[in-house]
Protein backbone atom coordinates (compact mmCIF):
# COMPACT_ATOMS: atom_id res chain seq x y z
CA UNK A 1 0.00 0.00 0.00
CA UNK A 2 2.67 2.54 1.11
CA UNK A 3 4.77 1.21 -2.31
CA UNK A 4 1.57 1.25 -3.74
CA UNK A 5 1.32 5.12 -3.30
CA UNK A 6 5.06 6.51 -3.61
CA UNK A 7 5.12 4.63 -6.73
CA UNK A 8 2.01 6.78 -8.13
CA UNK A 9 4.16 9.53 -6.77
CA UNK A 10 7.34 8.71 -8.40
CA UNK A 11 4.91 8.18 -12.15
CA UNK A 12 3.66 11.14 -11.16
CA UNK A 13 7.02 13.36 -11.03
CA UNK A 14 8.47 11.32 -13.96
CA UNK A 15 5.91 12.69 -15.85
CA UNK A 16 6.21 16.29 -14.86
CA UNK A 17 9.57 16.11 -15.51
CA UNK A 18 8.77 14.30 -18.83
CA UNK A 19 6.67 17.64 -19.30
CA UNK A 20 9.37 20.00 -18.45
CA UNK A 21 12.21 18.48 -20.61
CA UNK A 22 9.68 18.47 -23.69
CA UNK A 23 8.70 22.39 -23.08
CA UNK A 24 11.92 23.53 -20.98
CA UNK A 25 14.56 20.95 -23.29
CA UNK A 26 15.30 23.45 -26.16
CA UNK A 27 15.14 26.69 -24.68
CA UNK A 28 18.19 25.18 -22.20
CA UNK A 29 19.97 23.49 -25.30
CA UNK A 30 18.84 20.27 -24.07
CA UNK A 31 16.02 19.19 -25.74
CA UNK A 32 14.52 16.09 -25.85
CA UNK A 33 15.73 14.15 -29.11
CA UNK A 34 13.50 13.87 -32.12
CA UNK A 35 16.05 10.74 -33.15
CA UNK A 36 15.04 8.71 -30.29
CA UNK A 37 11.36 9.42 -30.68
CA UNK A 38 11.26 8.33 -33.77
CA UNK A 39 13.33 5.07 -32.43
CA UNK A 40 10.74 4.64 -29.49
CA UNK A 41 7.76 4.99 -31.79
CA UNK A 42 8.90 2.58 -34.55
CA UNK A 43 9.46 -0.40 -32.00
CA UNK A 44 6.07 0.35 -30.12
CA UNK A 45 4.25 1.07 -32.92
CA UNK A 46 5.49 0.55 -36.61
CA UNK A 47 6.92 -3.56 -35.47
CA UNK A 48 3.60 -4.29 -33.79
CA UNK A 49 1.12 -3.42 -37.00
CA UNK A 50 1.27 -7.37 -38.02
CA UNK A 51 0.60 -8.55 -34.29
CA UNK A 52 -2.47 -5.52 -34.13
CA UNK A 53 -3.51 -6.60 -37.51
CA UNK A 54 -4.10 -10.04 -37.00
CA UNK A 55 -5.47 -9.82 -33.10
CA UNK A 56 -8.13 -7.59 -33.63
CA UNK A 57 -8.99 -9.28 -36.86
CA UNK A 58 -9.32 -12.62 -35.10
CA UNK A 59 -11.39 -10.66 -32.67
CA UNK A 60 -13.59 -8.92 -34.64
CA UNK A 61 -14.37 -12.03 -36.54
CA UNK A 62 -15.02 -13.97 -32.84
CA UNK A 63 -17.36 -11.30 -32.23
CA UNK A 64 -19.40 -11.72 -35.12
CA UNK A 65 -19.77 -15.38 -34.67
CA UNK A 66 -20.80 -14.99 -31.18
CA UNK A 67 -23.13 -11.90 -32.19
CA UNK A 68 -24.80 -14.00 -35.31
CA UNK A 69 -25.44 -16.90 -33.25
CA UNK A 70 -26.86 -15.15 -30.21
CA UNK A 71 -28.73 -12.43 -31.70
CA UNK A 72 -30.28 -15.15 -33.99
CA UNK A 73 -32.08 -16.73 -31.33
CA UNK A 74 -33.99 -13.75 -31.39
CA UNK A 75 -34.32 -13.31 -34.76
CA UNK A 76 -32.62 -10.27 -34.21
CA UNK A 77 -29.09 -11.10 -36.20
CA UNK A 78 -29.75 -7.96 -38.40
CA UNK A 79 -28.41 -6.25 -35.15
CA UNK A 80 -24.81 -7.88 -35.61
CA UNK A 81 -23.52 -4.88 -37.50
CA UNK A 82 -24.34 -2.69 -34.29
CA UNK A 83 -23.16 -4.67 -31.71
CA UNK A 84 -19.84 -5.28 -33.63
CA UNK A 85 -19.05 -1.75 -34.54
CA UNK A 86 -19.70 -0.35 -31.17
CA UNK A 87 -17.98 -2.73 -29.24
CA UNK A 88 -14.74 -2.87 -31.11
CA UNK A 89 -14.66 0.58 -32.04
CA UNK A 90 -15.07 1.17 -27.73
CA UNK A 91 -14.05 -1.28 -26.31
CA UNK A 92 -12.10 -3.95 -27.67
CA UNK A 93 -9.37 -2.11 -30.60
CA UNK A 94 -7.86 0.20 -27.37
CA UNK A 95 -8.07 -2.92 -25.32
CA UNK A 96 -5.97 -5.10 -27.05
CA UNK A 97 -3.85 -2.81 -28.77
CA UNK A 98 -2.83 -1.72 -24.69
CA UNK A 99 -2.14 -5.45 -24.17
CA UNK A 100 -0.07 -5.99 -27.13
CA UNK A 101 1.41 -3.03 -26.39
CA UNK A 102 2.17 -3.66 -22.71
CA UNK A 103 3.56 -7.24 -23.42
CA UNK A 104 5.72 -6.29 -26.33
CA UNK A 105 6.90 -3.01 -25.72
CA UNK A 106 6.19 -1.72 -21.92
CA UNK A 107 8.40 -4.85 -20.55
CA UNK A 108 10.78 -3.96 -23.05
CA UNK A 109 11.02 -0.52 -21.94
CA UNK A 110 11.47 -2.19 -18.06
CA UNK A 111 14.29 -4.63 -18.97
CA UNK A 112 16.14 -1.94 -21.08
CA UNK A 113 15.92 0.80 -18.01
CA UNK A 114 16.86 -1.64 -15.33
CA UNK A 115 19.77 -3.54 -17.45
CA UNK A 116 20.97 0.07 -17.74
CA UNK A 117 20.26 1.12 -14.28
CA UNK A 118 22.52 -2.53 -13.30
CA UNK A 119 25.18 -1.36 -15.41
CA UNK A 120 25.39 1.55 -13.94
CA UNK A 121 24.50 3.48 -17.45
CA UNK A 122 21.98 6.08 -15.68
CA UNK A 123 24.64 7.13 -13.09
CA UNK A 124 27.05 7.43 -16.31
CA UNK A 125 24.10 9.91 -17.82
CA UNK A 126 23.89 11.63 -14.84
CA UNK A 127 27.56 12.38 -14.33
CA UNK A 128 28.11 13.18 -18.03
CA UNK A 129 25.14 15.67 -17.21
CA UNK A 130 22.96 13.97 -19.19
CA UNK A 131 19.22 13.85 -17.52
CA UNK A 132 18.34 10.24 -17.62
CA UNK A 133 14.52 12.03 -17.87
CA UNK A 134 15.11 13.40 -20.98
CA UNK A 135 17.32 11.26 -22.38
CA UNK A 136 15.34 8.14 -21.77
CA UNK A 137 12.03 8.32 -20.13
CA UNK A 138 10.68 11.51 -22.28
CA UNK A 139 11.22 9.63 -25.81
CA UNK A 140 8.84 6.45 -24.14
CA UNK A 141 6.34 8.65 -23.02
CA UNK A 142 5.52 10.94 -26.04
CA UNK A 143 6.16 7.80 -28.09
CA UNK A 144 3.60 5.73 -26.38
CA UNK A 145 1.16 8.78 -26.47
CA UNK A 146 1.15 8.50 -30.40
CA UNK A 147 1.28 5.17 -31.09
CA UNK A 148 -0.88 3.55 -28.98
CA UNK A 149 -3.74 5.32 -30.58
CA UNK A 150 -2.43 5.34 -33.97
CA UNK A 151 -2.54 1.60 -33.33
CA UNK A 152 -5.92 1.87 -31.90
CA UNK A 153 -6.91 3.29 -35.38
CA UNK A 154 -5.85 0.18 -37.28
CA UNK A 155 -7.14 -1.47 -34.76
CA UNK A 156 -10.73 -0.30 -35.54
CA UNK A 157 -10.83 -0.61 -38.89
CA UNK A 158 -9.07 -4.71 -39.09
CA UNK A 159 -11.38 -5.72 -36.05
CA UNK A 160 -14.42 -4.51 -38.14
CA UNK A 161 -12.94 -5.56 -41.08
CA UNK A 162 -12.36 -9.02 -39.50
CA UNK A 163 -16.23 -8.89 -38.13
CA UNK A 164 -17.42 -7.92 -41.31
CA UNK A 165 -16.42 -10.43 -43.35
CA UNK A 166 -17.45 -12.75 -41.47
CA UNK A 167 -20.70 -11.24 -40.91
CA UNK A 168 -21.38 -10.36 -44.32
CA UNK A 169 -20.11 -14.23 -45.61
CA UNK A 170 -22.93 -15.34 -43.09
CA UNK A 171 -26.06 -12.95 -43.68
CA UNK A 172 -25.22 -12.87 -47.50
CA UNK A 173 -24.98 -8.85 -47.29
CA UNK A 174 -22.07 -7.51 -49.89
CA UNK A 175 -18.56 -6.32 -47.85
CA UNK A 176 -19.75 -3.05 -49.24
CA UNK A 177 -23.23 -2.58 -47.61
CA UNK A 178 -22.15 -4.41 -44.81
CA UNK A 179 -19.32 -1.22 -44.49
CA UNK A 180 -21.76 1.36 -45.54
CA UNK A 181 -24.52 -0.34 -42.33
CA UNK A 182 -21.53 0.13 -39.66
CA UNK A 183 -20.78 3.59 -41.14
CA UNK A 184 -24.46 4.05 -40.54
CA UNK A 185 -24.39 3.21 -37.23
CA UNK A 186 -21.21 4.57 -35.81
CA UNK A 187 -20.69 7.83 -34.27
CA UNK A 188 -17.95 9.97 -34.17
CA UNK A 189 -17.69 9.94 -29.81
CA UNK A 190 -17.47 5.78 -30.38
CA UNK A 191 -14.63 6.08 -32.23
CA UNK A 192 -13.22 9.26 -29.44
CA UNK A 193 -14.30 7.00 -26.93
CA UNK A 194 -11.67 4.17 -28.04
CA UNK A 195 -9.07 6.87 -28.69
CA UNK A 196 -9.53 8.34 -25.70
CA UNK A 197 -9.27 5.60 -23.69
CA UNK A 198 -5.91 4.44 -26.03
CA UNK A 199 -4.23 7.88 -24.94
CA UNK A 200 -4.70 7.19 -20.79
CA UNK A 201 -3.62 3.13 -21.89
CA UNK A 202 -0.59 4.76 -23.47
CA UNK A 203 0.79 7.06 -20.85
CA UNK A 204 -0.18 3.71 -18.46
CA UNK A 205 2.17 1.70 -19.85
CA UNK A 206 4.69 3.91 -20.52
CA UNK A 207 4.66 5.19 -16.79
CA UNK A 208 4.57 1.13 -15.21
CA UNK A 209 7.72 0.60 -17.43
CA UNK A 210 9.44 3.09 -16.62
CA UNK A 211 9.28 3.25 -13.00
CA UNK A 212 9.84 -0.61 -12.74
CA UNK A 213 12.89 -0.17 -14.83
CA UNK A 214 14.70 3.03 -12.88
CA UNK A 215 13.91 0.50 -9.83
CA UNK A 216 15.49 -2.21 -10.57
CA UNK A 217 17.84 -3.81 -7.77
CA UNK A 218 19.58 -6.93 -7.64
CA UNK A 219 21.66 -8.15 -11.06
CA UNK A 220 19.59 -9.94 -13.86
CA UNK A 221 17.44 -11.58 -11.70
CA UNK A 222 16.22 -8.01 -10.66
CA UNK A 223 15.71 -6.79 -13.97
CA UNK A 224 13.47 -10.21 -15.03
CA UNK A 225 11.46 -9.41 -12.10
CA UNK A 226 10.87 -5.91 -12.78
CA UNK A 227 9.90 -6.88 -16.38
CA UNK A 228 7.00 -9.72 -15.48
CA UNK A 229 5.73 -7.09 -12.57
CA UNK A 230 5.31 -4.35 -15.09
CA UNK A 231 3.07 -6.19 -17.60
CA UNK A 232 1.29 -7.66 -14.90
CA UNK A 233 1.00 -4.24 -13.14
CA UNK A 234 0.16 -2.28 -16.72
CA UNK A 235 -2.51 -4.69 -17.93
CA UNK A 236 -4.33 -4.67 -14.86
CA UNK A 237 -4.41 -1.27 -14.52
CA UNK A 238 -5.40 -0.95 -17.87
CA UNK A 239 -7.88 -3.17 -17.35
CA UNK A 240 -9.19 -1.69 -14.27
CA UNK A 241 -9.40 2.29 -16.06
CA UNK A 242 -11.19 0.61 -18.43
CA UNK A 243 -13.82 -0.31 -15.89
CA UNK A 244 -14.05 2.91 -14.48
CA UNK A 245 -13.93 4.79 -17.98
CA UNK A 246 -16.66 2.42 -19.71
CA UNK A 247 -18.74 3.17 -16.80
CA UNK A 248 -18.89 6.85 -16.42
CA UNK A 249 -19.11 7.28 -20.33
CA UNK A 250 -22.18 4.70 -21.18
CA UNK A 251 -24.27 4.94 -18.35
CA UNK B 1 46.60 8.44 13.11
CA UNK B 2 49.60 9.48 11.59
CA UNK B 3 50.34 13.07 10.50
CA UNK B 4 49.96 13.56 6.59
CA UNK B 5 53.43 13.97 5.24
CA UNK B 6 54.66 16.63 2.96
CA UNK B 7 53.48 16.02 -0.51
CA UNK B 8 54.60 17.81 -3.72
CA UNK B 9 51.75 19.97 -3.93
CA UNK B 10 51.63 21.36 -0.58
CA UNK B 11 51.32 24.74 -2.16
CA UNK B 12 48.55 23.70 -4.87
CA UNK B 13 45.17 24.61 -3.63
CA UNK B 14 42.34 22.54 -3.10
CA UNK B 15 40.06 20.92 -4.99
CA UNK B 16 38.17 18.26 -3.23
CA UNK B 17 37.29 19.30 0.61
CA UNK B 18 35.14 16.72 2.32
CA UNK B 19 34.59 17.61 6.00
CA UNK B 20 32.14 15.86 8.61
CA UNK B 21 30.54 13.48 5.23
CA UNK B 22 27.95 11.32 7.10
CA UNK B 23 26.28 9.35 4.56
CA UNK B 24 23.00 6.69 5.08
CA UNK B 25 21.27 4.23 2.92
CA UNK B 26 17.68 4.47 4.89
CA UNK B 27 18.55 4.27 8.58
CA UNK B 28 22.31 2.83 7.81
CA UNK B 29 24.79 4.73 8.45
CA UNK B 30 27.74 3.47 5.97
CA UNK B 31 30.16 6.75 6.58
CA UNK B 32 30.97 8.48 9.52
CA UNK B 33 32.59 11.90 9.91
CA UNK B 34 35.19 11.37 6.43
CA UNK B 35 37.66 13.99 6.03
CA UNK B 36 39.00 14.19 3.05
CA UNK B 37 40.96 16.93 1.08
CA UNK B 38 43.15 16.53 -2.34
CA UNK B 39 45.22 19.16 -4.01
CA UNK B 40 45.07 20.15 -8.05
CA UNK B 41 47.55 17.92 -9.69
CA UNK B 42 47.41 15.06 -6.97
CA UNK B 43 46.79 11.42 -6.95
CA UNK B 44 44.55 10.32 -4.44
CA UNK B 45 44.25 6.99 -3.73
CA UNK B 46 40.95 5.67 -2.18
CA UNK B 47 41.11 2.11 -0.27
CA UNK B 48 39.65 -0.03 2.21
CA UNK B 49 38.19 -3.58 2.45
CA UNK B 50 35.35 -4.75 1.03
CA UNK B 51 32.32 -2.86 2.42
CA UNK B 52 33.63 0.04 4.37
CA UNK B 53 32.77 2.31 2.23
CA UNK B 54 34.86 3.15 -1.12
CA UNK B 55 31.93 2.98 -3.30
CA UNK B 56 29.54 5.27 -1.07
CA UNK B 57 32.05 7.70 -0.78
CA UNK B 58 32.63 8.38 -4.65
CA UNK B 59 29.33 8.18 -5.17
CA UNK B 60 28.61 11.36 -2.42
CA UNK B 61 31.60 13.24 -4.08
CA UNK B 62 29.68 12.56 -7.64
CA UNK B 63 26.55 13.96 -6.39
CA UNK B 64 25.04 11.01 -6.66
CA UNK B 65 24.05 10.23 -3.54
CA UNK B 66 23.03 13.21 -0.90
CA UNK B 67 25.03 13.03 2.11
CA UNK B 68 22.73 12.63 5.73
CA UNK B 69 25.31 15.51 7.36
CA UNK B 70 28.74 17.16 5.96
CA UNK B 71 30.08 18.86 2.97
CA UNK B 72 31.41 18.21 -0.14
CA UNK B 73 33.32 20.97 -2.09
CA UNK B 74 34.54 20.41 -5.24
CA UNK B 75 36.47 22.88 -7.52
CA UNK B 76 35.44 25.42 -4.82
CA UNK B 77 31.51 24.38 -4.55
CA UNK B 78 29.48 23.39 -2.20
CA UNK B 79 28.02 20.18 -4.13
CA UNK B 80 25.05 19.31 -1.73
CA UNK B 81 23.72 23.25 -1.46
CA UNK B 82 24.25 23.26 -5.38
CA UNK B 83 20.77 24.34 -8.16
CA UNK B 84 20.69 22.03 -10.54
CA UNK B 85 21.88 24.26 -13.34
CA UNK B 86 25.03 25.01 -11.50
CA UNK B 87 25.49 21.10 -10.61
CA UNK B 88 25.26 20.51 -14.27
CA UNK B 89 27.77 22.94 -15.48
CA UNK B 90 30.10 21.89 -12.48
CA UNK B 91 29.57 17.99 -14.35
CA UNK B 92 31.41 19.18 -17.36
CA UNK B 93 34.23 20.07 -15.95
CA UNK B 94 34.64 16.22 -13.89
CA UNK B 95 35.25 12.76 -15.75
CA UNK B 96 34.05 9.40 -13.95
CA UNK B 97 35.33 6.38 -15.10
CA UNK B 98 32.79 3.95 -13.37
CA UNK B 99 33.85 0.39 -12.22
CA UNK B 100 32.18 -1.69 -14.95
CA UNK B 101 32.83 0.57 -17.60
CA UNK B 102 29.18 1.90 -17.90
CA UNK B 103 29.33 2.26 -21.44
CA UNK B 104 26.29 2.43 -23.15
CA UNK B 105 25.66 -0.63 -24.64
CA UNK B 106 23.15 0.61 -27.48
CA UNK B 107 26.08 2.45 -28.88
CA UNK B 108 29.21 2.26 -30.70
CA UNK B 109 32.91 3.05 -28.63
CA UNK B 110 33.05 6.36 -30.72
CA UNK B 111 29.54 7.61 -29.94
CA UNK B 112 29.81 6.34 -26.16
CA UNK B 113 32.92 8.99 -26.48
CA UNK B 114 31.26 11.27 -27.96
CA UNK B 115 27.76 11.81 -26.33
CA UNK B 116 29.96 14.24 -23.53
CA UNK B 117 30.78 16.25 -26.69
CA UNK B 118 27.51 16.11 -28.12
CA UNK B 119 25.86 17.56 -25.44
CA UNK B 120 27.81 20.13 -23.86
CA UNK B 121 29.95 21.65 -26.90
CA UNK B 122 29.10 23.30 -30.61
CA UNK B 123 31.81 21.97 -32.20
CA UNK B 124 31.02 20.61 -35.88
CA UNK B 125 31.40 16.73 -36.15
CA UNK B 126 34.50 16.46 -37.64
CA UNK B 127 36.49 18.27 -34.81
CA UNK B 128 34.45 16.17 -32.17
CA UNK B 129 35.84 13.08 -34.61
CA UNK B 130 39.35 14.35 -34.55
CA UNK B 131 38.88 14.60 -30.34
CA UNK B 132 37.24 11.36 -29.86
CA UNK B 133 40.08 9.32 -31.67
CA UNK B 134 42.65 11.44 -30.10
CA UNK B 135 41.68 9.95 -26.98
CA UNK B 136 41.10 6.65 -28.20
CA UNK B 137 45.07 6.93 -28.85
CA UNK B 138 45.69 7.97 -25.83
CA UNK B 139 44.27 4.98 -24.24
CA UNK B 140 45.52 2.94 -26.73
CA UNK B 141 42.37 1.54 -28.39
CA UNK B 142 42.84 3.37 -32.10
CA UNK B 143 40.34 2.10 -34.25
CA UNK B 144 38.15 0.33 -32.17
CA UNK B 145 35.98 3.22 -32.90
CA UNK B 146 32.98 1.18 -34.17
CA UNK B 147 33.07 -1.58 -31.93
CA UNK B 148 30.08 -1.93 -29.89
CA UNK B 149 30.97 -2.62 -25.95
CA UNK B 150 29.91 -5.81 -26.08
CA UNK B 151 32.59 -6.72 -28.71
CA UNK B 152 35.64 -5.43 -26.53
CA UNK B 153 37.42 -7.27 -23.66
CA UNK B 154 36.98 -6.30 -20.10
CA UNK B 155 40.81 -4.40 -19.75
CA UNK B 156 39.77 -2.38 -23.25
CA UNK B 157 36.36 -1.42 -21.46
CA UNK B 158 37.98 0.15 -18.65
CA UNK B 159 39.86 2.36 -21.16
CA UNK B 160 37.36 2.85 -23.55
CA UNK B 161 35.59 4.23 -20.21
CA UNK B 162 38.70 6.23 -19.55
CA UNK B 163 38.50 7.63 -22.86
CA UNK B 164 34.84 9.12 -21.85
CA UNK B 165 35.81 10.34 -18.94
CA UNK B 166 38.42 12.90 -20.20
CA UNK B 167 36.88 13.42 -24.12
CA UNK B 168 36.25 17.35 -22.20
CA UNK B 169 39.62 17.39 -20.74
CA UNK B 170 38.33 17.91 -17.09
CA UNK B 171 40.02 18.91 -14.31
CA UNK B 172 38.94 16.48 -12.18
CA UNK B 173 38.96 12.65 -12.84
CA UNK B 174 36.99 9.70 -10.09
CA UNK B 175 38.40 6.05 -11.24
CA UNK B 176 36.72 3.52 -9.54
CA UNK B 177 38.70 0.44 -9.28
CA UNK B 178 40.93 0.54 -12.55
CA UNK B 179 42.82 -2.73 -11.96
CA UNK B 180 39.45 -5.09 -10.60
CA UNK B 181 39.75 -8.03 -12.88
CA UNK B 182 42.59 -7.18 -15.16
CA UNK B 183 46.05 -9.13 -15.09
CA UNK B 184 49.00 -8.01 -13.60
CA UNK B 185 50.35 -6.12 -17.39
CA UNK B 186 46.78 -4.79 -18.26
CA UNK B 187 46.76 -3.46 -14.95
CA UNK B 188 50.15 -1.95 -14.93
CA UNK B 189 49.29 -0.19 -18.35
CA UNK B 190 46.43 1.65 -16.80
CA UNK B 191 48.79 2.66 -14.00
CA UNK B 192 51.15 4.18 -16.92
CA UNK B 193 48.12 5.93 -18.61
CA UNK B 194 46.62 7.37 -15.40
CA UNK B 195 50.26 8.95 -14.34
CA UNK B 196 50.50 10.07 -17.80
CA UNK B 197 46.88 11.66 -17.86
CA UNK B 198 48.59 13.76 -14.61
CA UNK B 199 51.65 14.64 -15.91
CA UNK B 200 50.03 15.80 -19.47
CA UNK B 201 46.84 17.68 -18.45
CA UNK B 202 47.54 18.30 -14.92
CA UNK B 203 44.31 16.43 -13.31
CA UNK B 204 43.13 15.83 -10.08
CA UNK B 205 42.62 12.07 -9.56
CA UNK B 206 40.66 10.19 -7.15
CA UNK B 207 41.35 6.56 -7.72
CA UNK B 208 39.08 3.57 -5.52
CA UNK B 209 41.70 0.49 -5.78
CA UNK B 210 41.85 -2.97 -4.14
CA UNK B 211 45.43 -3.40 -5.29
CA UNK B 212 47.86 -2.31 -2.92
CA UNK B 213 50.38 -2.39 -6.04
CA UNK B 214 48.67 -0.43 -8.20
CA UNK B 215 47.79 1.89 -5.34
CA UNK B 216 51.50 2.30 -4.57
CA UNK B 217 52.78 2.66 -7.92
CA UNK B 218 50.20 5.69 -8.75
CA UNK B 219 49.04 6.98 -5.48
CA UNK B 220 50.52 10.71 -4.38
CA UNK B 221 48.37 10.28 -0.85
CA UNK B 222 46.56 7.40 0.38
CA UNK B 223 43.06 7.33 1.96
CA UNK B 224 42.49 4.53 3.89
CA UNK B 225 38.68 3.31 5.09
CA UNK B 226 37.45 1.51 7.49
CA UNK B 227 34.01 0.37 8.49
CA UNK B 228 33.02 3.79 7.05
CA UNK B 229 35.96 5.63 8.91
CA UNK B 230 38.82 6.84 7.65
CA UNK B 231 41.49 5.17 9.60
CA UNK B 232 44.14 6.77 7.56
CA UNK B 233 45.72 9.32 5.32
CA UNK B 234 49.23 10.08 4.38
CA UNK B 235 51.86 8.92 1.80
CA UNK B 236 52.47 5.65 0.45
CA UNK B 237 55.72 5.75 2.74
CA UNK B 238 54.34 6.74 5.47
CA UNK B 239 51.66 3.95 4.97
CA UNK B 240 54.27 1.52 5.26
CA UNK B 241 55.70 3.05 8.14
CA UNK B 242 52.68 2.84 9.94
CA UNK B 243 52.45 1.20 12.88
CA UNK B 244 48.38 0.86 12.67
CA UNK B 245 47.68 -3.04 13.62
CA UNK B 246 44.81 -2.65 10.88
CA UNK B 247 47.07 -1.00 7.87
CA UNK B 248 49.57 -4.27 8.50
CA UNK B 249 46.97 -6.47 8.34
CA UNK B 250 45.66 -4.50 4.93
CA UNK B 251 49.28 -4.05 4.11
CA UNK B 252 50.02 -7.85 4.23
CA UNK B 253 46.82 -9.26 2.95
CA UNK B 254 46.09 -10.57 6.23
CA UNK B 255 43.03 -11.73 6.56
CA UNK B 256 41.02 -10.37 9.98
CA UNK B 257 39.82 -13.81 11.26
CA UNK B 258 41.40 -16.16 14.21
CA UNK B 259 43.15 -19.85 12.74
CA UNK B 260 41.22 -22.53 12.59
CA UNK B 261 42.41 -25.83 13.67
CA UNK B 262 41.70 -28.22 10.82
CA UNK B 263 40.30 -30.70 13.05
CA UNK B 264 37.58 -28.78 14.33
CA UNK B 265 36.54 -27.51 10.89
CA UNK B 266 36.37 -31.00 9.23
CA UNK B 267 34.48 -31.94 12.58
CA UNK B 268 32.04 -29.07 11.76
CA UNK B 269 31.69 -29.66 7.99
CA UNK B 270 30.93 -33.07 8.53
CA UNK B 271 28.63 -31.89 11.38
CA UNK B 272 30.25 -34.67 13.94
CA UNK B 273 29.80 -33.57 17.82
CA UNK B 274 32.45 -31.29 18.81
CA UNK B 275 34.19 -33.81 21.59
CA UNK B 276 33.65 -37.16 19.58
N1 LIG C 1 22.20 0.84 -2.37
C1 LIG C 1 22.51 0.44 -1.13
N2 LIG C 1 21.51 0.29 -0.22
C2 LIG C 1 21.80 -0.09 1.03
N3 LIG C 1 23.03 -0.35 1.50
C3 LIG C 1 24.07 -0.22 0.65
C4 LIG C 1 23.86 0.18 -0.72
N4 LIG C 1 25.05 0.23 -1.33
C5 LIG C 1 25.96 -0.13 -0.39
N5 LIG C 1 25.39 -0.40 0.79
C6 LIG C 1 26.09 -0.77 2.03
O1 LIG C 1 27.03 0.21 2.30
C7 LIG C 1 28.23 -0.35 2.77
C8 LIG C 1 29.40 0.18 1.97
O2 LIG C 1 29.23 -0.20 0.63
P1 LIG C 1 30.22 0.26 -0.52
O3 LIG C 1 29.66 -0.26 -1.80
O4 LIG C 1 30.46 1.70 -0.41
O5 LIG C 1 31.54 -0.55 -0.14
P2 LIG C 1 32.90 -0.67 -0.94
O6 LIG C 1 33.95 -0.19 -0.04
O7 LIG C 1 32.77 -0.02 -2.26
O8 LIG C 1 33.02 -2.23 -1.10
P3 LIG C 1 33.59 -3.07 -2.35
O9 LIG C 1 35.06 -2.97 -2.26
O10 LIG C 1 33.13 -4.45 -2.06
O11 LIG C 1 33.02 -2.49 -3.59
C9 LIG C 1 28.05 -1.85 2.70
O12 LIG C 1 27.84 -2.31 4.00
C10 LIG C 1 26.84 -2.05 1.87
O13 LIG C 1 26.09 -3.13 2.37
MG1 LIG D 1 32.76 -0.74 -4.35
Redesign the pocket.
Given at each position: MVRGLEELGYAASLLAEGCYWLVAGPRRRQPVQLRAVFREARDIGVNAIPITAVLTFTVGMMLAIQGIETLRTFGAEAQVVLGIALSITREFACLIVAIVVAGRSGSAVAARIGTMVENQEIDALRVIGINPVRHLAAPVIIAMLVMVPALTVLGDITGLLGGGIYAAMEMDLGLGVYAERSLDVLQARDILQGLFKSVVFGLIIALVGLINGFQV?GGAEGVGRATTRSVVMAISLILVTDLIFTWFMNR | MSAPAPVPHEAAEIVIEVSDLCVS??R?E??HDVHLQVRRGEIMVVM????????????ALLGLQSPSRGCIRLLGQDITRLGEHAMHELRTRMGVAF?GGALFNSMTVGDNILLPLREHTRLDENTMRIMMRMKLALVGLSGCEDLMPAQLSGGMIKRAALARAIVMDPPLLFFD?PSAGLDPVASAQLDRLILKLRRALNMTIVV?T?ELESAFAIADRITV?DR?RVLFTGTPDALRRSEDRRIQDLLQRRADIAPVDPEVYLDKLTGAPPDA
Open positions: R | YGHVLGGSGSGKSTLLRQEVHLG
